[in-house]
């Protein structure tokens, strides 16, 4: 099992940008791909970005593809979201999550930490 502890939410101008980390325990991070999702007050849970476990592979929603960008730091078990020229409508609730290669759901979650973009 692996504990994610998210970081890095506020308040930010649109325009602006963010830097979300998310903290993991565990000596098996790197068998783990990651990703970020975010939930929006009265919204579904919506998927954000995605990174394989070398980091060699990454994926985006529609909705951040060219602004956002997620990473990760094997070595110090950590996966960041970068979010640049954030809008109003990027402010939620952000999570992060973990799963093992082969496995069609994330199975760990983060408690979320909030961001939000003022206009």
């Known amino acids: 099992q692996v504990q994610l502890v998210e970081s890095g939410g506020g308040l930010v101008q649109a325009g602006g940008s963010l830097r979300l980390s998310c903290a993991a325990s565990?000596?098996?991070?790197?068998?783990?791909?990651m990703g970020w999702f975010r939930q929006a007050p009265g919204k579904e849970r919506e998927f954000v970005a995605a990174?394989?476990?070398?980091?060699?592979?990454?994926y985006y929603a529609d909705s951040v593809k060219g602004r956002f960008t997620i990473s990760r730091d094997n070595a110090e078990n950590t996966v960041y979201l970068q979010m640049n020229s954030v809008k109003p409508e990027d402010t939620a609730v952000y999570y992060c999550?973990?799963?093992?290669?082969?496995?069609?759901?994330?199975?760990?979650w983060g408690r979320g930490t909030q961001v939000t973009v003022s206009s």
């Open positions: 999550a973990a799963r093992r290669d082969f496995v069609y759901e994330y199975e760990f």
């Open positions: 565990g000596r098996t991070f790197s068998s783990y791909a």
């Open positions: 990174i394989s476990r070398s980091g060699g592979s990454t």
